[in-house]
């Protein structure tokens, strides 16, 4: 029975991709299918260029279409969020944006290696795969990319400009 669970998750998985990269073509959304093959972790990924956002399923849950967008702070917005700031700034912003975030209600995760250096936004699909929810989550995902985006930008970007002007 497990090895047929296997099997049945493996065809499943092949079968959303399929259903996935027709519904992009069908709409004629510009994206590619990503090589998987030295990231053992991932089943599957396919790319939408429009709007940078991946579209994957992963080995270790198979049953998920996972719709992701990722925001990544450049090394001289770190620099100004780890060295200039103080941790209370920071720790403001990043409170400001999660709750932004759950505000939305979308899946996120702050990136980190030796401070922040990014925000994951994503959403699951689980057996609810079809092609309105699919698309409905594409939209959304990058619509709060995109307000995020703006929302890091008009402070960040600000801090910036003042330093640079303060130089």
Do not use: C
């Not at 912003?93 to 290696?113: D, H, W």
């Not at 990014?118 to 699909?125: D, K, P, V």
Request: proline content about 1%.
């Amino acid at each position: 029975l497990y090895l047929l669970g296997i099997l049945m998750s493996a065809r499943q998985t092949e079968v959303n991709k399929n259903k996935i990269l027709g519904w992009l073509k069908e709409d004629n959304i510009i994206h590619n299918e990503t090589d998987v093959s030295k990231f053992p972790v991932f089943k599957w990924s396919i790319h939408v260029k429009d709007n940078n956002i991946a579209i994957y399923t992963i080995a270790s849950l198979p049953d998920r279409v996972i719709i992701q967008s990722d925001i990544t702070f450049s090394e001289e917005q770190q620099d100004l969020l780890h060295k200039k700031w103080d941790i209370k700034k920071l720790n403001a912003l990043i409170l400001n944006i999660i709750t932004s975030l759950t505000t939305f209600n979308v899946r996120y995760r702050i990136l980190q290696k030796e401070g922040k250096t990014g925000i994951r936004i994503y959403l699951f699909l689980i057996d609810s795969l079809n092609k309105e929810t699919l698309m409905n989550s594409v939209s959304r995902v990058g619509e709060v990319f995109t307000v995020t985006l703006f929302q890091l930008s008009s402070v960040i970007g600000v801090e910036l400009q003042q330093l640079k002007e303060q130089q």
